[in-house]
């Protein structure tokens, strides 16, 4: 059992670090909140302000920040979904050697609205080198799978890293420690063997279900929808509760309740609500499937 974990977590790294250096993988910190903010209108001051610190502590409403998360997650999703309807029908472009594409753009999109999400709630940027990706690196995203696939132990952690973060003394540069000491050895471990054990299973099920073109593009990518758009709501419920650093925490969670008060009175069933938009992204899905899978999962030039 421990040569099959070792290897599943040596085959979720590998594949990991070949997802993370594809080229539209990493988001810019900057120029993203940047674009976003500026189309909501706000002036160039207060988003400098966001950017030197986080956009909560310049005095970003939550409001505004819950919109925007909300919008990332739409558009990945759906871009997602497109791609894995392609992806699903018979010659479905294959990468990264055995594991088709549609499970290797599911995990492209994953990282992309991870990083959308945590830059609004307050992290920094933490995909600077793609072509060298350390542990510590490897180890935060991996938490932040974690936390989305719920796997036990990944939530803890990242909560923990956020209290450490927000400390003056290591709010620049996290404290030299080594990572099987850290609060992300655990549940890292716990994530890479997930996604090695389902990946691999994946891919050898892609070889051998590809049979009815059309249905097969149709399963693929709704199940992309569903899966991606639940997980990507996890983890914004979970960093949106917590307090980014140079706030006050207590202020800050009353505004996440009254929020999450206001959300609950005039929401419509996430069923109803889940349904309605699959549906609709099953209808926009063949018309997106070009304009998306050009150029996109092009690996970067080293």
Do not use: C
Request: net charge positive; hydrophobic share 45%.
């Amino acid at each position: 059992m421990d040569d099959q974990n070792r290897e599943a977590e040596q085959f979720a790294i590998d594949f990991l670090k070949a997802v993370l250096r594809l080229r539209g993988v990493r988001i810019d910190r900057r120029q993203f909140l940047r674009s976003e903010f500026r189309r909501r209108g706000l002036d160039d001051a207060l988003i400098d302000d966001a950017l030197a610190s986080n956009p909560a502590a310049a005095g970003i409403s939550l409001a505004t920040l819950d919109e925007i998360a909300r919008g990332a997650i739409e558009f990945e999703t759906r871009k997602s979904t497109a791609l894995s309807f392609a992806a699903g029908l018979p010659g479905g472009f294959a990468m990264l050697g055995t594991v088709p594409a549609d499970i290797t753009q599911f995990y492209v999109h994953a990282f992309r609205v991870m990083q959308k999400i945590a830059y609004l709630y307050g992290w920094q940027s933490f995909l600077e080198d793609l072509e060298d990706i350390d542990d510590e690196s490897l180890g935060k995203l991996a938490a932040f799978l974690g936390v989305m696939m719920g796997v036990g132990g990944a939530s803890a952690s990242v909560s923990a890293f956020a209290v450490q973060v927000a400390r003056p003394a290591v709010q620049k540069k996290i404290a030299s420690v080594a990572l099987t000491k850290s609060a992300w050895y655990v549940p890292m471990k716990q994530t890479l063997r997930v996604i090695g054990v389902q990946v691999t299973k994946q891919s050898f099920a892609k070889t051998v279900t590809k049979v009815v073109p059309v249905v097969g593009g149709v399963v693929s990518g709704g199940l992309t929808f569903v899966t991606l758009r639940i997980q990507s709501k996890r983890l914004m419920t979970h960093l949106r509760e917590l307090p980014p650093p140079n706030t006050d925490a207590e202020t800050y969670l009353a505004d996440v309740r009254r929020a999450d008060e206001a959300s609950s009175s005039g929401s419509r069933s996430p069923l109803i609500s889940g349904a309605r938009d699959l549906g609709d992204s099953m209808a926009t899905k063949a018309s997106l499937v070009g304009s998306n899978v050009t150029g996109f999962l092009r690996p970067r030039k080293k």
